[in-house]
């Protein structure tokens, strides 16, 4: 692989000094030996002065969080990254390559999630140039290549886990933002590497079920939110009836035989997981008759 060579170059601001001078020069011989009617001495002048025309086309600018790529006749020579005026051969070849910091945003596709439902999923991706001879030389085109690896990288990583987790220990796609855009920046750089690109951040900007499932998918998620209400609300009436009988018990308020008990923990139960307000019935018999 090709790697950056950091080039030093003379500045541009010595070389706009030098060079007027020497056409000036140059041309000021030149004319003194036409004078003079000295041919040969006029003709070497003449090839000096071209010379050092052809020098100015020598001079290029760097702007800041910029790298100009140094070819001469096809060979790499080198990456300039001083910023300002500079000047160096003539006959290299410049390109420049922006070393600034960009965002891609996917588009939203569609994937099967490692369950094999389908959802839709986006994400953005912030990346930057660190070696601009590989993006240069060893991608057709760095700037495509990121866009068309990182839709890889995501599909990848969207097919590797669930959109949601059934219990603590799984990693989901929904409930773990910050793991899953962890490993995305990881999955993105791996694909990156060879093109002189890093990958300083990824996150998922869109994720839902496929309109397809998306009706079905909410009533399950509706279904398993009572499931988890309900026994969040029985729980804690099992706890308060267990209360109730130990403190009637301990002190002394009333002795309830087992059949009692019973009856006692099916009204409150009743009364404590009800979904309306229950309503008191006053019995002017006992319980055995």
């Known amino acids: 692989m ?8 003379a500045s541009g601001y010595v070389a706009l000094v030098i060079l007027p001078l020497l056409t000036a ?14 041919p040969a001495t006029a003709a070497i002048f003449v090839i000096g002065l071209v010379v050092t025309l052809i020098c100015y086309k020598g001079f290029f600018m760097v702007h800041p969080n910029q790298a100009k790529v140094l070819q001469l006749f096809g060979t790499y020579v080198g990456s300039v990254r001083q910023t300002g005026l500079r000047w160096a051969n003539p006959f290299y070849s410049k390109e420049a390559i922006s070393l600034r910091v960009r965002n891609f945003e996917s588009g939203v596709m569609k994937v099967n999630d490692s369950s094999g439902n389908p959802i839709d999923i986006a994400a953005v991706v912030v990346w930057k140039v660190v070696d601009s001879a590989e993006a240069v ?3 057709d085109d760095y700037q495509s290549f990121v866009q068309i ?17 059934h219990d603590d ?12 855009a962890e490993k995305l920046c990881v999955e993105v750089q791996d694909r990156l590497d060879k093109a002189g690109v890093q990958a300083l951040e990824a996150r998922i900007t869109h994720l839902a079920y496929a ?6 998918m909410l009533k399950r998620q509706q279904a398993q939110a009572i499931v988890a209400a309900r026994r969040q609300i029985v729980d804690g009436a099992v706890g308060m009836v ?19 008990k019973a009856n006692m923990v099916s009204n409150l139960l ?5 979904e309306e307000n229950a309503r008191p019935v006053l019995n002017a018999g006992s319980l055995y008759s």
């Open 149 to 165: 690896q990182s839709e890889a990288a995501l599909r990848n990583l969207a097919t590797s886990y669930p959109y949601e987790a």
């Open 242 to 260: 267990k209360m109730a009988l130990t403190e009637l018990e301990e002190q002394g308020v009333v002795d309830l035989d087992e059949e009692r």
């Open 137 to 139: 030389f060893e991608v």
């Open 270 to 274: 009743v009364v404590l997981c009800g």
């Open 169 to 180: 220990h799984t990693i989901a796609l929904r409930s773990d933002p910050q793991a899953i």
């Open 211 to 216: 309109q397809e499932i998306a009706s079905a």
């Open 25 to 38: 020069g140059c041309a000021l011989m030149f004319i003194r030996s036409a004078v003079q009617d000295k």
């Open 2 to 9: 090709i790697k950056e060579k950091v080039r030093s170059v």
